[in-house]
């Protein structure tokens, strides 16, 4: 059993990147763009929307060195959260998500047009306008606790399509966001009635493991020759598989603790098995076949603990 208190050692094992020379930016700082003569979609990349999640960044500033353009449309690679990584430290990597408060929390437009401030909230505004030129946007994530690779699709139909396509990863979740603030997925961008705008989320796996780096490198190539930025390739053998959340487990004490380390893409064949107890409350699964989607052993009280699963 798992609970709250300090977190293990997570070692480092990817070369921290090296963004001095791409810290002034084109359109922004931190934010490169380029378009090709030939028409086509306007395809996003977001990279360090945590500034602890470095393999994005990693394979951003590689693509950037050896002059990656596109064949068509335009392809923008953004460096979201560029204050928080100046703060990385691989003795203590986990200290370095953000600055003032999540930077994948702030993508509400009550928050966006108040009068509130925040280094997270500063940096949102300013990359706003870009977002709204996108026609498609894949933000680069990586994940602390153990599971396999899946995207994000949020709740449109359009994001949910595209993932399906890519296949890599092949699991797709569809959720209705976060209640502890809403990211840049859930932005009406991208989830307005009628919007033909897509945005996907891909966590490539723990965060500084050479594989997730691989695997983001390979979602985001993927999503570039479906596009039709880089030249055409086969597609995977198999398409994706599509979970959607029946249900957010929300920490409310805290005292949550898993039953067992559970690995996140685990499925619990069992309606009613245990998973957790919170305080005096037990948590079990709600339906057979429940998918974990990753799964929180220091979940702290109001955070999401785990959000469970159906395959469609």
């Known amino acids: ?108 437009d009550r928050l966006l047009k108040g009068c509130r401030h925040s280094t997270e909230l500063a940096r949102a505004r300013a990359l706003l306008p870009l977002m709204q030129e996108a026609d498609v946007l894949l933000d680069l994530h990586s994940m602390l606790w153990p599971s396999d690779p899946l995207m994000i699709a949020g709740d449109t139909p359009q994001s949910r399509d595209m993932a399906l396509r890519l296949g890599t990863p092949e699991l797709v979740v569809v ?19 009628g919007s033909r705008r897509a945005c996907l989320l891909v966590e490539g796996g723990p965060h500084w493991e050479p594989a997730t780096l691989e695997t983001l490198e390979q979602c985001a190539t993927a999503l570039l020759r479906e596009n039709g930025l880089l030249p055409q390739a086969p597609r995977p053998s198999r398409p994706g598989r599509l979970a959607e959340v029946t249900r957010t487990v929300i920490a409310g004490t805290h005292g949550f603790a898993f039953v067992q380390d559970f690995r996140g893409g685990t499925v619990i064949p069992a309606r009613n098995t245990l998973l957790a107890l919170d305080g005096e409350q037990e948590i079990r699964t709600p339906h057979d076949d429940c998918l974990l989607v990753m799964p929180t052993p220091r ?5 999401t603990a785990v959000r469970l699963a159906r395959f469609a």
């Open 1 to 108: 059993m798992t609970g709250a208190g300090y977190l293990p050692h997570f070692p480092v094992r990817v070369p921290i990147p090296d963004l001095r020379p791409w810290l002034e930016g084109n359109r922004m700082p931190g934010v490169w763009s380029f378009s090709s003569p030939l028409p086509g979609p306007h395809v996003a990349l977001v990279s360090l929307m945590h500034g602890n999640e470095i393999a994005g960044a990693l394979l951003l500033a590689r693509w950037l060195r050896e002059g990656l353009r596109p064949l068509r449309g335009t392809l923008t690679m953004i460096f979201a959260n560029l204050a928080a990584f100046s703060r990385f430290d691989p003795a203590n990597p986990t200290l370095s998500r953000f600055v003032d408060e999540d930077l994948n929390r702030v993508w509400d």
């Open 175 to 193: 959720d209705q966001g976060h209640r502890t603030g809403q990211r840049l997925i859930d932005h009406p961008i991208f989830t307005a009635p």
């Open 299 to 303: 979940a702290m009280r109001g955070h």
